[in-house]
């Protein structure tokens, strides 16, 4: 783990994270591979972004004795993903906390002006008492990761967490200025965008690699 001059951003570089990105990032990976691979980062990910979960003591017996031990205190999750290739980080989150509910949030980049356009949102209730960790596999222009976390907080998320595989340094700083509270996880820090608003080296078009569309 690494913090870029930011305590609220957090590069997640494992070893294992940077060979499967690696992978990832290979324009030859096809595309079973590719949505594979994504959901085992998410899983890898969850690790750290979920260190500060709080715990409680509780008494347990086993086959030899009984003994005082921890346990997750309870605290509610909530994954949401940004449609549509965030849904390619969700599984992998699941299979470690498979009692997190999951909602939903539809944007799409306007080609022109590059910035989000809402289509759908659907959240589980009590979105004030949970963790919310929102996921997108590229943190590009920041406009996408911005607009998705101010819709949360409209309908009352305050605890939130932003989650990322590849992110660009304007992305980065957009996200930050517009929402300072809320920690960014990635495991890659890239160079610049270009005139498309594409990261670059990047992994080209998250979703379009993820479900096989071009």
Same mark, same amino acid.
């Given at each position: 783990?690494?913090?870029?001059?930011?305590?609220?951003?957090?590069?997640?570089?494992?070893?294992?994270?940077?060979?499967?990105?690696?992978?990832?990032?290979?324009?030859?990976?096809?595309?079973?591979?590719?949505?594979?691979?994504?959901?085992?980062?998410?899983?890898?990910?969850?690790?750290?972004?979920?260190?500060?979960?709080?715990?409680?003591?509780?008494?347990?017996?086993?086959?030899?004795?009984?003994?005082?031990?921890?346990?997750? *205190?309870?605290?509610?999750?909530?994954?949401?993903?940004?449609?549509? *290739?965030?849904?390619?980080?969700?599984?992998?989150?699941?299979?470690?906390?498979?009692?997190?509910?999951?909602?939903?949030?539809?944007?799409?980049?306007?080609?022109?002006?590059?910035?989000?356009?809402?289509?759908?949102?659907?959240?589980?209730?009590?979105?004030?008492?949970?963790?919310?960790?929102?996921?997108?596999?590229?943190? *590009?222009?920041? /406009?996408?990761?911005?607009?998705?976390?101010?819709?949360?907080?409209?309908? /009352?998320?305050?605890?939130?967490?932003?989650?990322?595989?590849?992110?660009?340094?304007?992305?980065?700083?957009?996200?930050?200025?517009?929402?300072?509270?809320?920690?960014?996880?990635? *495991?890659?820090?890239?160079?610049?965008?270009?005139?498309?608003?594409?990261?670059?080296?990047?992994?080209?078009?998250?979703?379009?690699?993820?479900?096989?569309?071009?």
């Amino acid at each position: 783990m690494r913090i870029i001059d930011d305590p609220k951003v957090i590069v997640i570089d494992h070893p294992l994270i940077v060979h499967k990105l690696t992978q990832i990032r290979n324009k030859n990976t096809g595309t079973n591979e590719f949505r594979r691979i994504v959901n085992e980062i998410g899983g890898l990910m969850v690790y750290e972004i979920t260190r500060d979960l709080e715990l409680e003591d509780v008494e347990i017996e086993t086959p030899l004795a009984k003994m005082k031990t921890k346990q997750l *205190a309870g605290e509610k999750l909530c994954v949401c993903p940004i449609l549509r *290739a965030g849904l390619g980080m969700v599984e992998g989150i699941l299979q470690l906390i498979p009692s997190a509910r999951v909602g939903h949030i539809g944007l799409y980049r306007n080609e022109e002006t590059l910035e989000p356009v809402e289509y759908f949102a659907k959240f589980p209730n009590k979105l004030e008492d949970r963790l919310i960790i929102v996921v997108d596999p590229m943190l *590009a222009t920041g /406009g996408s990761a911005v607009s998705a976390i101010s819709l949360i907080k409209k309908r /009352g998320g305050k605890n939130i967490k932003f989650v990322c595989l590849v992110a660009a340094p304007e992305g980065v700083k957009r996200l930050r200025e517009a929402h300072p509270d809320v920690p960014i996880y990635i *495991a890659a820090l890239d160079d610049h965008l270009n005139d498309k608003g594409y990261i670059v080296p990047g992994l080209g078009d998250a979703g379009d690699r993820i479900f096989g569309t071009k």
